[in-house]
């Protein structure tokens, strides 16, 4: 990419740096990635670069933290328009579209860097705990909520990063079916299996060896 001089307005060029650095980072990972080799992945000098970010890690920071106020304005979108079928899907696919390298960057890579793993986990945590409110009304067991809702957000990155590198974008409507179809699938077969296994408020199963003493046919 040529290095280009050209006034842009601020939130603008701070977006295309956003952009060229997760790209850049993605490719590299934060320590072999240079403030340089940002700035040409950018199309700026360094010089401009340093005019919007103090640091790496100031950028690193930056771009994944860009990415998590995306995926939580496109959920409230949907909140405020009613849009509830396929919402999920939509909302982190058209995040993951808008910006595809620093999608990767907070959902593949990010983890595997000691200076950043504590605030993608983090997020991680919050959006297992928006998963397990949707999940909460379609299943009972509460003591499976934790699970049910990691196991979501696990199918449901994994399914978007390997669209991301697979899926053609004028498929994307396709994806969110089959994505949230699977999604509702797994909930309902939970449910089902669930109910076949009742529990006690304390979480033991009903049935187990803590009710042998009570039932009077066991010998």
């Known amino acids: ?6 006034q842009l307005p601020r939130e603008e060029r701070r977006q295309t740096i956003l952009q060229g650095a997760a790209r850049a980072f993605s490719d590299g990972g934060f320590a072999a990635t240079s403030m340089d080799a940002i700035a040409g992945a950018a ?11 103090d640091s790496k890690e100031e950028l690193y920071r930056s771009v994944i ?25 939509r909302a982190f696919l058209n995040v993951a579209r808008e910006n595809p390298d620093g999608f990767r960057l907070l959902w593949r890579h990010s983890a595997r860097e000691p200076q950043f793993s504590a605030s993608v986990e983090r997020f991680r945590r919050l959006a297992t705990e928006a998963a397990k409110s949707l999940l909460a009304p379609r299943l009972p067991d509460a003591s499976l909520h934790v699970w049910g809702a990691e196991t979501l957000i696990a199918f449901l990155v994994e399914g978007v990063l390997n669209w991301l590198d697979d899926g053609k974008p004028e498929r994307d409507d396709e994806f969110v079916a089959l994505t949230t179809a699977s999604l509702q699938a797994m909930v309902d077969a939970w449910a089902r299996v669930s109910s076949r296994y009742p529990r006690h408020e304390d979480g033991s199963q009903v049935g187990s060896p803590l009710d042998v003493d009570s039932d009077p046919s066991h010998p």
Not at 1 to 6: A, D, E, K, L, Q
Not at 43 to 53: C, P, Q, S
Request: net charge negative.
């Open 1 to 6: 990419m040529g290095i280009t001089t050209r």
């Open 43 to 53: 199309g700026i000098t360094k010089l401009i670069l340093y005019r919007h970010f």
């Open 65 to 89: 933290e860009d990415v998590e106020t995306l995926l939580a304005e496109e959920f409230a979108g949907s909140l405020a328009r009613g849009e509830r079928e396929g919402m999920t899907a």
